[in-house]
C-alpha cells in the first residue's frame, strides 16, 4: 500500500473510516516522517507523543461518524491551543502556553482531529517569506534553501512535504494563499466572519482569517465544512447559513462567469506569471466558464492601504505583550524601562518595524491623513469588487507575482517582501474568499499559483471553479525528499 | 478687601483688587454601571471581592482574546440617556485609547470618542435662589482600568484586575457650572436620577462615581472661557469643592500677577488640601484612538429606544411636581423628599398606609425631623430604617386621631425603633392613651387650680405667663398623658 503521508485527507479518512488504516498508524506515519524533518524547520512545538496517545485512544473507542476521525493534524502556531505551548512565532511568548482553546482549533478536535504539533510561522503572521519567526527560517520542501512563503510558512512547508495531512492557517493579507501558492499547495482565504477569531493571536483584526491548507481542493473543502462557525465568542463572527461544502463540491461549473481584473497586469510581471494567467483563462474555459474582462480600478492603492491599516491595528492589537501579565519579561529599572527593555527583547525588527508605522499613521496630526484615507480607499475597493460581482460570479487572477524566491534574497528589502501581497492584500481588504491553487511552475521547476475571488460567503463557488480547473491542471508536486539523510 | 464674596446662597466670586472672578465648571462623571457582569466580559463586578478573582482571560487581554458587548450595559446607558432627557444615538463606536499601563492589560481601554451612545441633554438643579439647568455635552460607555497598589510591597507595584473591564458611564457635562454649591447639587442630581433608574448605585466610598473637574475662572460678566485645568479623579463632593476653591483661587492669583495658566492636568492633594500639576498639555497623552476592529458599530433601533422609555420609572423632577400638586407640600420639602429614591419610596409608602383621613405636615416632618435624626446618627440608611414605613405610619395616625400626644409619640418613637414594634401595641402596652375625656381632665384641672389658688389670682390679675404653668402642671399631673389641646380649652374657661 502507498505511504500513508501522501495520502489526501479525504483518502485517508476513507481508509480510517474502512478500517484499513488505524488513526495510530497515521499518526505514527507522520510523526515518523516529521521526525525526519526536522531540517525544514517546520514545527515550533512538536505534540507526537500527546498525538500518538491520543490516536490510540481514538482506535480503543472509535468514532466513524465524526468528520475528521482520528486525523493528525498540525497547526500554525498563531492559534492559541489548551496546555500547548503557543508562540505566534515570537521570543515575546517564547514560553507562553495557554489554557483555552481557539474556536478554529476546538471544531477540529470537536470531529475527531488530534493534534500533531505548532507549525512555525512568521513573527505575528508579519511576513512574506517566514524568515521574521524567532523559531528561524523554514526550508521549502521544493528546493533547498527556497523560502516557503509567509506568513503561514510552517504550515506550507509541513504540508507539502507529507508532514500533515492537511493544516490550517491565517491569512491577514495572503499568509495563506502566498505559502500555499509558493509550495504546490492549496489554501482557501474565507470570507471575513466566516471562521472565528477566538483564541487566534490577533495581528491585524479586521483582516485576520483563519482557512483551511490542503494537498487538493477536496480537502479544503472537508476542512473548511469543520472549521467555519458561527462563534458569539467573536463579534465580528457572521451567521449566515454555511453550506456542506465537501458533499456539495462539483465540477459542474458550466455557465459560471469568471472576470480578469486588467489593473491585475502590473509592471514588471515575469512573463511565465503572465502566461500562467492566459493559461488559467483556457483552462476555466474548458471547465464551462464565460471569460469576461473586468476592471477592479483602485486595485493600485490596496497594498499602501494595507499597509497602512495593518500596522495601525497590530501596533495597538500588540500593545498587550507588555511583560506585565504573561509572555517575556525583561527586568529593568522602572515600569517604563521594563516596558523597553520587554518589547525590544521580545519583538523582532519586522513586528517593531510595523508597530512604529502604525503608531505613527494613528498618531494625532497624522490619522486623517493615513489611517482615515486608508479606510475610505478600503471602502472603494470594496466598492469596486462589488460592482465587478454584478457581472461575474468569481474572479481570476495569478496568487502571487512571482515564484517562490531564495532565503535572505529580500529580507534586507521589506518593499520588495510587501510586493508579494499584491494580489492577495485587495480581497482581505474587501473581506472576500480566495483561494490559491497549483496551476504550473516556473522555469526552476518552482510552483506558481492561481487565485479565484468568489463572493461574500460564496465559498461554494470559488471551491466548486478550484476543483473544476484543478482537474484540468493536472498539477503535481516534485518532492525529492532532499532534506532527509 | 481681598477674598470671598458672595451674594446669594450659591453663587461664588473671588474679588481681589477690585476685579469680580466668577469659576466655570465643567464635569466629567464617572459612573459605574449597575451590572452583575462586565461591558466585554461575563466576569462578576461585586465590590470587595479578594484581589484578582474576578478576571476573566478578556479582562486580563490574553492573546486572542475578544470583546463581546454586555447588551445589559447598553440598555443601562440609554436609559441614564433617557434620564438626562438626551439624545440617543442609534449608531455609536468603540474605540480604542491607546496608553501603557500596568493595569491596562490590553494597552488599550475601549471607550467611544467621535460617537458616543448618547448627546446632548440636560439636569435640573434646584437652588435656594431657584431652578439651574446644566446642560449635558454627551455620555458614553468604557471600560475601567485595573488598580495598581502601591503601597503593600515596598519594591514592587501590584496589580488588581478585578474592576478591570468594568463597565463605566462617562457623563460630561456643558461648562454650565458656576459654584462648588452647584457642584454638590449637581453630583447629587446625577446620582438621584441614576439611584431612581438603577442604573448607577451612586457609591463613591465605593468608587462607583468619581470625576474629572475642569476649572477655569474669568472676569464676571465676560463671556469668553479661560484656559482650563482638569483636576483628575476626584471621588467625593467635598474634595471636588476643596480642589474648586483652591484651583480657581490659585488660577485667579496667576492672572492677577499677569500671568498665563497652562492648560494642564492637575491632582489634588486631600491632604495638603491643593492641587499640583500632573502634566502639561505638552506632554498630554497622544492616545491614538481608532475604532475598535473587534467590535461592530453599535446600532439601536428606535424601537429598542422606545421600549426601553416605557420602563423609565418616576424620576425626581416629575415626582416632585406630583408631591406638590397631589400631596400639597411645599416645593422645599418635595425638593427633600425626592432627592434619594428611597426616601421617595418610603415617604409614599407612609403617605399609602395612612389612608384616607392622612396629615401630610405629620408625615413630611416626622420624616425629615425624627426619623432623618436618627437615621443620621446612626448612618444608616432609609432603605434599612429601623422603624417601617408602615408602622410609622401608624404613629402618625395616632397622633392625628387624638390617640396620643406629639410628645408621648416621640417617647414611643424611641420603643419602636427596638425591632419596629407596632407603636399601637406600645400605646397599649405602657397605657400611654391620651386622656381626652373632658370631665376626667375638668376634674384634673379643677385640683390643680384649687392648689395653687395664689398663682391663679396672679393669672388673672394679667401674669398671662401663668398659662403656661398651669399647662406643664396639668401634663404632670397626667403623666404626660393629657390632651394638651382639651388642657388648653379647660384651662380658658377655668381660669
Redesign the interface.
Known amino acids: 500500500m502507498t505511504d500513508i503521508t501522501s495520502l489526501s485527507l479525504f483518502e485517508l479518512i476513507k481508509n480510517i473510516k474502512e478500517k484499513k488504516i488505524s488513526s495510530n498508524e497515521a499518526a505514527k506515519s507522520f510523526v515518523d516522517r516529521s521526525q525526519k524533518s526536522k531540517k525544514l524547520n517546520a514545527y515550533v512545538t512538536e505534540n507526537f507523543e500527546n498525538c500518538l496517545k491520543l490516536s490510540k485512544e481514538f482506535d480503543n473507542k472509535p468514532n466513524y461518524d465524526l468528520k475528521l476521525p482520528g486525523i493528525p493534524i498540525a497547526v500554525k502556531d498563531l492559534f492559541?491551543t489548551n496546555e500547548v505551548r503557543?508562540t505566534?512565532g515570537s521570543n515575546i511568548?517564547n514560553n507562553?502556553v495557554?489554557?483555552?482553546e481557539?474556536t478554529v482549533t476546538q471544531n477540529i478536535w470537536n470531529e475527531g482531529g488530534i493534534l500533531l504539533g505548532k507549525l512555525n510561522c512568521d513573527e505575528f503572521a508579519m511576513g512574506s517569506s517566514n524568515e521574521t519567526s524567532f523559531f528561524g527560517n523554514v526550508q521549502n520542501p521544493i528546493a533547498k534553501d527556497l523560502v516557503p512563503g509567509g506568513s503561514s510558512g510552517g504550515s506550507s512547508s509541513a504540508l507539502a512535504a507529507n508532514l500533515t495531512p492537511v493544516t490550517i492557517g491565517t491569512d491577514t493579507g495572503g499568509s495563506i494563499r502566498q505559502p500555499a501558492s509558493f509550495t504546490g499547495t492549496v489554501g482557501l482565504k474565507p470570507t471575513y466572519g466566516s471562521c472565528s477569531?477566538?483564541?487566534?493571536?490577533?495581528f491585524?483584526?479586521?483582516l485576520d482569517q483563519a482557512g483551511p491548507m490542503s494537498k487538493d481542493v477536496k480537502d479544503s473543502s472537508i476542512l473548511l465544512e469543520v472549521i467555519s462557525s458561527f462563534d458569539?465568542?467573536?463579534?465580528?463572527s457572521i451567521d449566515f447559513k454555511r453550506n456542506n461544502y465537501s458533499s456539495e463540491l462539483t465540477r459542474n461549473i458550466k455557465g459560471i462567469k469568471i472576470g480578469i481584473p486588467k489593473e491585475y497586469r502590473v509592471d514588471g510581471m515575469p512573463d511565465e506569471v503572465e502566461n500562467l494567467w492566459k493559461k488559467g483563462i483556457e483552462y476555466a474555459k474548458d471547465c464551462g466558464a464565460e471569460i469576461i474582462d473586468i476592471s477592479l480600478p483602485h486595485t493600485s492603492y490596496a497594498l499602501p492601504t494595507y499597509y497602512i491599516v495593518a500596522p495601525?491595528?497590530a501596533?495597538?492589537n500588540?500593545?498587550?505583550y507588555?511583560g506585565?501579565?504573561?509572555g517575556l519579561r525583561s527586568s529593568g529599572e522602572s515600569?517604563?524601562d521594563m516596558?523597553e527593555k520587554t518589547r525590544s527583547e521580545g519583538f523582532g525588527e519586522e513586528v517593531k518595524r510595523r508597530i512604529m508605522i502604525g503608531?505613527y499613521v494613528?498618531?494625532?496630526g497624522y490619522?486623517d491623513a493615513y489611517?482615515l484615507k486608508a479606510q475610505k480607499v478600503r471602502q472603494l475597493i470594496k466598492k469596486d469588487f462589488d460592482e465587478a460581482y454584478n457581472k461575474v460570479d468569481a474572479i481570476l487572477t495569478p496568487s502571487t507575482p512571482s515564484s517562490a524566491f531564495k532565503i535572505g534574497e529580500k529580507s534586507n528589502d521589506p518593499v520588495s517582501m510587501y510586493l508579494n501581497d499584491i494580489f492577495t492584500v485587495p480581497v482581505n481588504l474587501a473581506g472576500l474568499p480566495g483561494i490559491s491553487i497549483p496551476a504550473g511552475k516556473d522555469k526552476n521547476n518552482y510552483p506558481l499559483g492561481l487565485q479565484i475571488i468568489g463572493k461574500p460567503f460564496d465559498e461554494q463557488t470559488v471551491l466548486n471553479i478550484a476543483y473544476s480547473m484543478e482537474e484540468k491542471i493536472n498539477y503535481k508536486n516534485n518532492i525529492t525528499d532532499w532534506w532527509m539523510e | 478687601m481681598d477674598g470671598i464674596m458672595s451674594k446669594n446662597n450659591s453663587e461664588y466670586l473671588i474679588e481681589r483688587n477690585d476685579n469680580i472672578y466668577e469659576v466655570v465648571i465643567g464635569l466629567e462623571v464617572h459612573a459605574q454601571v449597575t451590572s452583575n457582569s462586565k461591558l466585554f466580559s461575563s466576569s462578576s463586578t461585586k465590590f470587595g471581592a479578594e484581589p484578582n478573582t474576578q478576571v476573566s482571560l478578556v479582562d486580563a487581554a490574553f492573546p486572542g482574546m475578544l470583546p463581546v458587548i454586555n447588551e445589559y450595559c447598553v440598555k443601562q446607558a440609554i436609559k441614564t440617556g433617557i434620564g438626562l432627557k438626551a439624545k440617543i444615538n442609534n449608531k455609536s463606536v468603540f474605540d480604542r485609547k491607546n496608553y501603557f499601563y500596568a493595569d491596562l492589560p490590553q494597552g488599550y481601554q475601549i471607550s467611544q470618542y467621535k460617537y458616543p451612545i448618547v448627546g446632548e441633554g440636560n439636569v435640573i438643579l434646584d437652588m435656594p435662589e431657584g431652578q439651574k439647568q446644566v446642560g449635558i455635552e454627551r455620555l458614553h460607555l468604557e471600560q475601567d482600568a485595573g488598580k495598581s497598589i502601591h503601597d503593600i510591597d515596598p519594591s514592587n507595584t501590584l496589580v488588581d484586575l478585578n474592576r478591570s473591564g468594568v463597565a463605566l458611564m462617562e457623563i460630561v457635562s456643558k461648562p454650565d457650572i458656576r459654584s462648588p454649591d452647584e457642584v454638590n447639587a449637581y453630583i447629587k442630581k446625577l446620582r438621584s436620577i441614576m439611584r431612581y433608574l438603577g442604573t448607577c448605585d451612586g457609591n463613591m466610598q465605593e468608587g462607583s462615581l468619581r470625576a474629572d473637574v475642569n476649572v477655569s475662572v474669568r472676569i464676571k460678566g465676560s463671556t469668553e472661557l479661560g484656559t482650563r485645568c482638569e483636576i483628575k479623579n476626584v471621588n467625593s463632593i467635598k474634595f471636588m469643592q476643596m480642589a474648586i476653591i483652591y484651583e480657581a483661587n490659585r488660577q485667579v492669583d496667576l492672572i492677577e500677577e499677569g500671568e498665563e495658566i497652562d492648560q494642564e492636568t492637575r491632582l489634588f492633594d486631600t491632604k495638603k488640601n491643593e492641587t499640583r500639576s500632573m502634566r502639561s498639555k505638552e506632554d498630554a497623552h497622544d492616545y491614538r484612538y481608532f475604532p475598535d476592529p473587534d467590535l461592530l458599530p453599535l446600532e439601536i433601533t428606535d424601537e429598542f429606544i422606545n421600549k426601553l422609555k416605557s420602563e423609565i420609572p418616576e424620576l425626581p423632577d416629575d415626582k416632585k411636581k406630583r408631591f406638590i400638586d397631589e400631596f400639597k407640600i411645599s416645593p422645599y420639602e418635595a425638593t427633600i423628599l425626592v432627592s434619594d429614591i428611597d426616601t421617595a419610596k418610603y415617604f409614599e409608602e407612609v403617605v399609602a398606609k395612612m389612608g384616607k383621613n392622612r396629615d401630610m405636615k405629620l408625615a413630611v416632618n416626622w420624616i425629615t425631623g425624627e426619623l432623618f435624626a436618627v437615621l443620621n446618627n446612626k448612618n444608616i440608611e432609609i432603605a434599612l430604617s429601623p422603624i417601617s414605613a408602615k408602622n410609622l405610619a401608624k404613629l402618625i395616625n395616632l397622633i392625628k386621631n387624638g390617640t396620643i400626644s406629639g410628645k408621648i409619640a416621640k417617647t414611643i418613637f424611641e420603643l419602636m425603633m427596638d425591632g419596629d414594634i407596632d407603636p399601637q401595641i406600645i400605646v397599649e402596652e405602657k397605657g400611654l392613651k391620651q386622656q381626652s375625656d373632658p370631665k376626667a381632665l375638668e376634674a384634673l384641672i379643677d385640683k390643680i387650680i384649687n392648689d395653687n389658688r395664689e398663682k391663679a389670682i396672679e393669672y388673672k390679675q394679667g401674669k398671662e405667663k401663668l398659662f403656661g404653668f398651669f399647662v406643664g402642671q396639668a401634663m404632670k399631673a397626667s403623666g404626660g398623658k393629657a390632651n394638651p389641646q382639651l388642657i388648653n380649652e379647660i384651662l380658658k374657661k377655668k381660669l
Do not use: H
Open positions: 492559541c503557543t505566534a511568548l507562553f495557554p489554557s483555552y481557539s477569531r477566538y483564541g487566534i493571536v490577533a491585524a483584526s479586521s458569539k465568542k467573536d463579534s465580528t495601525a491595528e501596533s495597538s500588540l500593545a498587550r507588555d506585565v501579565k504573561y515600569l517604563i516596558y503608531t494613528l498618531s494625532s490619522y489611517y
